[in-house]
Antibody, heavy 120, light 108 residues
Framework: QLHLQESGPGLVKPSETLSLTCIVS??????????WGWIRQPPGKGLEWIGN???????NYNPSLKSRLTISVDTSKSQFSLNLSSVIAADTAVYYC????????????WGQGILVTVSS | EIVLTQSPGTLSLSPGERATLSCRAS???????LAWYQQKPGQAPRLLIY???SRATGIPDRFSGSGSGTDFTLTISRLEPEDFAVYYC?????????FGQGTKVEIK
């Protein structure tokens, strides 16, 4: 059974970089066709797609975040990462890592989520 | 960017009743790329329906999806106590993927 687990700091200061890692277990991060992504949810609000990555390193980003966003993958460690720079209070959210069955496929596995608060 | 608008915002129903949730897209989309998710408090979303009408693995058959073009529907035929939650539709056929704002199904 595939398992995704987010890790990273729960508190980030404004203007700094938010960095999260998702460790994938119970399956191969290098499986052909799978896409690994990030989705966030501000407290009490809806879901926002951040972006995704293929094991080869090919990425797709939400244009609203693209200028501040980097998603990377490390297949040797079976993990992928999110870096969001110059954060502001509006970036406070629960961040989920997730897996889609392929390009243009629904998201079928989710991590439990990690709350990241942007505050001084 | 495709905007998804869900209605109603809140649906108050009793166990055993039928729930009908709507998701309207800002432009015509392929039904191949429309999904529905269920989210309970403190939990990650769970995939219910993909391709507008295909149930995900392990999803009970009281959940069904339909629709095409710009109008899509999630139907729960008879609400069970565990079905009271928030439901989101999602378009995943182009970037950026987008979600509706959610419909809360609450106990009447």
């Amino acid at each position: 059974q595939l398992h995704l687990q987010e890790s990273g700091p729960g508190l980030v200061k404004p203007s700094e970089t938010l960095s999260l890692t998702c460790i994938v277990s119970g399956g191969s991060i290098s499986s052909s066709s799978y896409y690994w992504g990030w989705i966030r949810q501000p407290p009490g609000k809806g879901l926002e797609w951040i972006g995704n990555i293929y094991y080869s390193g090919s990425t797709n980003y939400n244009p609203s975040l693209k200028s501040r966003l980097t998603i990377s993958v490390d297949t040797s460690k079976s993990q992928f990462s999110l870096n969001l720079s110059s954060v502001i209070a509006a970036d406070t959210a629960v961040y989920y890592c997730a897996k889609a069955g392929g390009f243009r496929r629904a998201t079928d596995y989710w991590g439990q989520g990690i709350l990241v608060t942007v505050s001084s | 960017e495709i905007v998804l608008t869900q209605s109603p915002g809140t649906l108050s129903l009793s166990p055993g009743e039928r729930a009908t949730l709507s998701c309207r897209a800002s432009q015509i989309i392929s039904s191949s790329y429309l999904a529905w998710y269920q989210q309970k408090p403190g939990q990650a979303p769970r995939l219910l329906i993909y391709g507008a009408s295909s149930r995900a693995t392990g999803i009970p058959d009281r959940f069904s999806g339909s629709g095409s073009g710009t109008d899509f529907t999630l139907t729960i035929s008879r609400l069970e106590p565990e079905d009271f939650a928030v439901y989101y539709c999602q378009h995943y056929g182009s970037s950026p993927q987008t979600f509706g704002q959610g419909t809360k199904v609450e106990i009447k």
